[in-house]
């Protein structure tokens, strides 16, 4: 497998609006980001890839975007977004823009200009249909955030097709002066200096010609017309081109990908139109369905994804690896425990960094942050949560149920400010009020505490990025899982005469665990472990809750 910096470099991942507010007014900015550059340095990640930075009215907090050239004045300046780039680089920290193509904002000015009528030359950036009849919408497709998927215009007695929130109308791709666009704003990006780019749904980008009716569903009908769609490829190998000019990577946002649908994308060599992709089988192992329809968590799902994942790609394709993102809860809080906070914390982290794939790491993560638990609908500010509830409710699901779903499973979960300190507001903001609440929890779980404890999650995933950047097996080596009891996820990586074992334990009660024959625990070293060791007798031992536990032997 060829070596290359994206393979070898782990990510951080900032949602500006809750990372850190430098000006006092509530709300995260480039400033509150550049203070805080050294601890990102400190922890040991090699790159931050930011969620939309641009202008945005906020229908989807920054993934409906106004401007795909310039940074959003809750944010700051493209001055100071430069200076930011050169104090990450001057660090060694490279920088990943987030491209979200599949559609703009409502106020993006091509979709203003766009919606005066068929003869204005931006009509077609977008998916304007005649409706079916009078009042009848062109297809039966609907949106994953909000209802029917298309957007009636009075003015042009048209709809707009939408398959997120009303405020984000799809681009028409298939439209060349679109791509061309596009081309244009990756250009403008990278010329600046950016390394490389997160592409928000990229494989949503293209639509069945004549669009036609779904399977019904509750939300998101039609999303098979459009999941990966009969021009994809064609459009990632455009944007490809001008990838080749430069030095930089990509990560695609894959929902509903499997290892084998990847792989056309994926796969190194000639043909190969993304470095890697983020995939979400990992992330549906609580719940059925839709992430709403919780379930007790299943570590046997979850350890017939990674073994799939990282077996089908080795050698041939590289893992996008991530346990959180701005859209989904806390994982300690889901597949950890919070009682055993700082144990499955660790567990988790240990779980993801030790297999093949660049690392990814949410803000908050690195401290396990935990869900907040908003137990009313009107201090949600997430569009997708508050009518995801809105049709729970209307689906007959009972108010204390939908809550409890929603609080298990809202994106809100993971967008409460970054907990600094213990003092006010958790030093996120000198503001009287944030924009958005903070966990009461920051009294003790908070990135300061974290700093000064030795055994903190903090510097646990310090040691463990440390230990990944300089073993080649965490990174190249091949994937092996174990036979175990079901709440046990353990796996053997080979490299160069080299052998890793990787135990994880997904339960608070005891279990036996006996490593294979081939693989000896006295002759290897324990490099990280969340206890204190103790004794190891017939190549095995009992673990303790959500234990883990990484032996090399070298
Ligand atoms: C995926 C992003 O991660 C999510 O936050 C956003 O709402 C949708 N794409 C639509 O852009």
Redesign the pocket.
Known sequence: MEKKWYKEMSVYQIWPRSFCDGNGDGIGDLEGIISKLDYIKELGVDAIWF?PLFPSPNA?YG?DIADYRDISKDYGTLDQFKVLLDEAHKRDLKIIMDL?I??TSDEHSWFKESKKGEDNPYHDYYIWRKGRKPGKEPNNWLST?QGKAWEYCKEIDKYYLHV?AKG?PDLNMDNPKVRKEIKDIIRFWLDMGVDGFRE??ITFISKEPGLPNGFPLPTATGIEHYKNGPNLKKYLQEFKEVYNDYDCFTVG?APMMTPKSALEFIREGEGQLLNMMFHFEHMNCDNIITNWIVTPFRPGKLKKVYNNWQTKLHGIAWNANYIE???QPRIISRYGSEKYREQSGKMLATMYICQSGTPFIYQGQEIGMTNPRIDSIDRYKDV?SINTYALFRKLGFSDKLTMKFCMYAS?DNARTPMQWNDGKNAGFTTAEEPWFEINPNYIFINAEAEQKNENSILNYYKKLLRFRKENDIVKYGDFEMLKTEKNIFAYIRKYEGQKMLVLCSFSEKEMAFRAPSDFCISEAELVLSNYESNPVIHNGFFTRPYETRVYLIK
Do not use: A, G, L, W
Request: no cysteine; proline share 0%; glycine share 0%.
């Open positions: 969620s989807d993934y979200v599949n559609h955030f997120f984000q928000d749904v946002e993102n701005h859209d997708s994106r």
